[in-house]
């Protein structure tokens, strides 16, 4: 079919583009990968992984984390896929649960049990690490400049009005790294008060983008100044040559990027190999590529590391990283997504509208205290940060299986529906942030 | 409609001496067609929305709560107004094009024409990113007034940024659907009115803007649909609220087997159809068509050079408000760092050298799959458009409605309908999955487009004159030859309207392609476009893939131009 298909396709464009090699392969096996890493990662990997096994083709599947993960369902009843190649630990669990992965024992022997807290390797053995991420913020420095912004130092630094339009921050929904930076705030500062500061963040976006990459893109182009990101991304813009720079804040979380071979795999032994490559101290030492710049799960391959190199064995921000309760973070994945989007994604307006108003009013009582307007104004932020449901009804499996409802058997039952329970919580945050503008308003209007 | 005209003698009593047999074979075929590339895979998908979460069953609760959900209705008046916004100023920028290429001698009408197709051929998130670069909130032209005069100007927010890319990108659908119909006009209507002493905003009121309005109905109602379910561009300015984005947002969530987004597809699909039907209404019982088919088009006049200048301005300037977005993508594609500032930091040209040493299956591919897409289109767009308008066969409308139901179809929706459909199926000859087979990217393309080829295909057939296909038949042509010796020919303008409109489109899709490329090697230029753009370093070659594909797109472009010029000539000659 191919052969036909190209020559349809070369007699088509002869004339103007050179010819489609066609290179006979004899004695190859193909080797599937399906991944939602950038061109510049899986390029290197490609063609150092083929010049080492000239046995094996490799065939990299680019797809973004959600649509890899709905491809490989659908496609599961004839899997053509030997491996999945991401970074979110949450959407390798969402594999795990379907019984799309299958169990492998790695060769290499110089890696760690953990990276700050968190297991490098699934404890059970459906996936593995092969490279550390920590979330953080990246900014332009011409951005920064040009506006007379100063540079900030940690996740409280966002809430500021000075940031008030320049932050960007891509929605937990769309992407699974997000999630995670969503997840480890309100990890590290608890249900309430992690919602409250997310929300005094998200005050100041200037926009809530739909890719993961949308982020780094609008910092490097200079579209808006500041952006809350995985480290690759700050790491390889910088990399790339952008004016930009790139800070892991106190209270991050450092979580693997991942690797599994999908069950059924055509391929499955040149999937352990592709495996044994990436953990190998060749593949490794590979993540240091200046396009590439992820962080090793080796920690020997940092000694070869140029200078200034982030290492999350060694530096102190990243030791301390906190737990990250993987469990916790996967029963409430879908409604922490889904209130992120109710309330910050899609009232966006409404959101920044409140904030501006609270931030005018701040900014005047700063200057003439007055503890009426001060009292007005404590009740509009308290408005703006007062959630639909407690972190009890959250954690409820009851509650949250609204988000996730998948009937397996006929006897499942599920109560509520999850757009009904939206559409209250829609209700309750629009009312909320109107009063709130409301109230600094008037609370502006005293002094 | 059309008397039947048969001749065959029945057998039976019946009168079936009235059923036209060719038509309605290749309706049928059409239909069946149709039924499992789009009707069975759609209808898979929407299923869901009829159907309990909890329990399975029948229900009609998740539109209980679509109603009830004020973001729902807020996104669906949203959604109204930037649809009906985009075509009120994709007018102003495609009228005086068309009007002034069709109507006046002038240097450069072919060249115009091809310009102006332009800003189809580019995949949204390409040109939403390229927009930005010129005319974002820190964009060239907001930091040079910042730095000169101290203001901005806020072109690129909310709603308002949607309406402002969607016109630029929509409007050739108007460009050339309209121009294909005033080229379609005998001009000795015009001669009449001019002899009978009507002349400019008159003439132009009373008999060409009648006349040229099947075109214009077939365009705008495209620009009206296509901007109603467009994804790309409110997704890239992160405009949420409006009803493609929340179906897309949430029927491609991971694991949110929530019906919600299933419910607003089967809205866009439903709203377009209505759309459809308003648009099928107002052109009904209405004769647009002129038996006479002379030189061709519009008498044109010349201009004097005062004319002549104003008209070179006014174009101009349109065509570089329109064509800013290519012009960003090409600085971006031989810049080394372009951050913040009016201009990149210095220019290169290694970004080229990295896309032709690793991308030219994209392109190869590009061009058969969007080719074959467009043809396939063309095909089935005049056969639909004749069983439609000129039989009367039962059902037909029905298969209008049908085609045109593709508009609506989310890419995504129609992706995950034939993973869920096509991949048990095997390929003939092959152990391949007949879903992850390259043909199955080809016919979703292909159906995607139909709506495009068809309504260009139905606006030509409606400027044919019945009579001239009566008068064929009496002098004992079959209706076969009369399609293929009067009909089609006469329909040619519109029939590579339609080609073009489909191919150019096609070479750029890319959200029902992502769901359906199973190995690189077989995948298009978008998704080639879309990979490189996912990394800081791979901005440049990203944009210099774009170029190479608005190239290679505007040298068809051009092409089927020339062709149409010349067959019109040859027409011409014929007489």
């Known amino acids: 079919m191919k052969s036909k298909k190209n020559l349809f396709a070369v007699s088509l464009l002869s004339a103007s583009i050179g010819l489609a090699s066609m290179p006979a392969m004899a004695n190859q096996s193909k080797l599937t990968i399906v991944t939602s890493f950038p061109q510049d990662l899986t390029q290197v990997f490609e063609d150092a992984f083929e010049k080492a096994n000239p046995d094996i083709d490799l065939e990299v599947l680019k797809k973004k984390t959600s649509s890899g993960i709905k491809y490989i369902k659908e496609t599961a009843s004839k899997n053509q896929t030997d491996l999945f190649w991401a970074s979110a630990p949450d959407a390798f669990e969402v594999l795990k649960d379907s019984s799309l992965l299958q169990q492998y024992e790695v060769k290499a022997s110089s890696i760690p049990e953990k990276i700050g807290s968190f297991p490098i390797h699934d404890p059970e053995g459906f996936y593995k690490g092969f490279a550390a991420a920590g979330y953080g913020i990246m900014w332009n420095t011409r951005y920064l400049k040009a506006k007379k912004l100063p540079a900030p130092t940690g996740w409280d630094d966002l809430k500021k009005p000075t940031y008030f339009g320049h932050v960007g921050m891509s929605a937990p929904s769309r992407s699974g790294t997000t999630h995670l930076t969503v997840e480890t705030i309100l990890q590290a500062e608890g249900w309430d008060n992690g919602w409250a500061m997310l929300k005094q963040m998200s005050g100041n976006f200037k926009s809530v983008t739909e890719r993961s990459f949308g982020v780094p893109d609008g910092v490097n182009s200079g579209n808006f100044g500041l952006g809350i990101v995985i480290d690759f991304f700050g790491l390889s813009s910088q990399g790339a040559g952008f004016p930009v720079e790139f800070i892991y804040p106190q209270g991050t979380a450092l979580v693997p990027a991942n690797i599994g071979i999908i069950s059924n795999a055509p391929n499955r032994a040149g999937a352990e190999r592709f495996i044994d490559f990436l953990l190998s101290d060749q593949g490794q030492e590979l993540l240091l590529d200046p396009k590439i710049r992820r962080l090793p799960v080796n920690p020997e391959i940092y000694a070869k590391a140029p200078q200034g190199f982030p290492n999350p064995f060694k530096d102190d921000a990243l030791k301390s990283a906190l737990h990250f309760d993987l469990n916790l973070s996967k029963n409430r994945y879908n409604l922490v997504n889904s209130m992120f989007d109710v309330m910050i994604t899609y009232r966006m307006d409404d959101l920044r509208a409140a904030t501006g108003a609270i931030h005018e009013a701040e900014t005047a009582l700063a200057e003439k205290p007055d503890a009426e307007a001060q009292a007005l104004l404590e009740q509009a932020k308290a408005l703006v940060a007062k959630l639909p449901i407690s972190e009890a009804e959250a954690n409820d499996p009851d509650f949250a299986a609204v988000f996730t409802q998948k009937r397996k058997k006929a006897s499942d039952n599920v109560n509520g529906r999850q757009a009904e329970v939206e559409a209250q919580w829609d209700s309750f945050v629009v009312a909320n942030y109107q009063q709130a503008q409301s109230l600094a308003e008037k609370a502006l209007s005293m002094l | ?575």
Not at chain 2, 16 to 26: C, K, L
Not at chain 2, 45 to 52: G, K
Not at chain 2, 421 to 447: K, N, Q
Not at chain 2, 474 to 497: C, D, E, N, Q, Y
């Open chain 2, 1 to 575: 409609m059309a008397s039947t005209t048969g001749t065959r003698k029945g057998t039976l009593r019946l009168d079936f001496s009235s059923i036209q047999w060719g038509p309605t074979s290749a309706a049928a075929a059409i239909g069946i067609f149709l039924l499992f590339v789009l009707v069975l895979p759609v209808a898979k998908v929407i299923f869901v929305a009829f159907q309990d979460p909890s329990s399975g069953a029948f229900t009609l609760n998740n539109f209980v709560d679509f109603f009830n959900a004020s973001l729902f209705r807020e996104s669906f008046v949203n959604s109204f107004y930037v649809s009906a916004m985009s075509v009120v100023f994709a007018t102003m920028i495609a009228l005086p094009l068309a009007y002034f290429t069709t109507r006046f001698n002038f240097a450069g009408s072919t060249l115009i024409q091809t310009l102006g197709m332009i800003p189809l051929i580019m995949p949204p998130f390409v040109g939403a990113v390229a927009m930005q670069l010129f005319f974002g909130d820190n964009g060239s032209i907001n930091l040079m007034l910042d730095e000169h005069f101290g203001f901005t100007i806020p072109f690129m927010q909310g709603l308002n940024g949607v309406i402002l890319v969607q016109s630029v990108h929509f409007f050739p659908f108007i460009l050339i659907n309209l121009s294909a119909s005033l080229q379609n006009i005998d001009r000795s209507m015009e001669e009449a009115a001019l002899n009978l002493g009507s002349s400019g905003m008159r003439l132009f009121r009373r008999i060409v803007l009648p006349l040229g309005m099947p075109g214009y109905i077939a365009g705008a109602s495209l620009v009206f649909l296509k901007v109603f379910d467009d994804l790309g561009t409110p997704l890239l300015l992160n405009v949420n609220n409006m009803l493609a984005p929340q179906a897309y947002l949430r029927i491609s969530s991971v694991g949110i087997s929530d019906p919600v987004g299933y419910v607003i597809s089967v809205i866009l699909v439903l709203f377009s159809l209505f759309s459809m039907w308003v648009s099928f209404l107002a052109m009904k019982g209405k004769d647009y068509s002129t038996v006479q088919k002379g030189g061709g088009g519009l008498l044109k006049r010349d201009l004097n050079t005062l004319e002549k200048t104003g008209c070179y301005l006014v174009i101009g300037l349109i065509l570089i408000f329109v064509l800013a977005p290519h012009l960003a993508l090409f600085l971006l594609s031989i810049s080394t760092v372009w951050s913040f500032s009016p201009l990149p930091d210095g220019y290169t040209l290694e970004h080229y050298s990295t896309v032709f040493t690793n991308a030219h299956t994209f392109i190869t591919n590009t061009l058969l799959y969007a080719g074959l897409a467009g043809l396939i289109d063309v095909v089935l767009g005049t056969a639909i458009a004749y069983i439609v308008w000129r039989t009367g066969i039962w059902g037909r409308k029905a298969l209008d409605f049908i085609a045109m139901g593709a508009l609506a179809i989310p890419g995504v929706v129609l992706g995950i309908g034939y993973l869920r459909m096509f991949y048990d199926i095997e390929m003939p000859f092959s152990d391949v999955p007949l879903a992850t087979w390259w043909g199955i990217m080809v016919i979703a393309l292909a159906v995607r487009r139909l709506p495009y080829a068809l309504r260009a295909c139905v606006a030509a057939l409606q400027q044919v004159a019945l009579s001239l296909e009566e008068a064929a038949e009496s002098l004992g042509a079959s209706k076969f030859t009369t399609v293929r010796r009067i009909v089609v020919p006469l329909m040619m303008g519109g029939i590579l309207a339609g080609f073009v409109t489909s191919f150019a489109t096609a070479a750029v899709e890319l959200s029902a392609t992502i769901m359906l490329v199973a190995k690189e090697d077989d995948a298009p230029l978008a998704y080639g476009i879309y990979v490189f753009m996912q990394s800081a370093a791979g901005r440049g070659p990203g944009a210099a893939l774009g170029i190479i594909a608005v190239l290679i797109v505007g040298a068809g472009t051009y092409l089927s131009h020339l062709i149409i010029e010349r067959t019109k000539r040859a027409h011409g000659l014929k007489k």
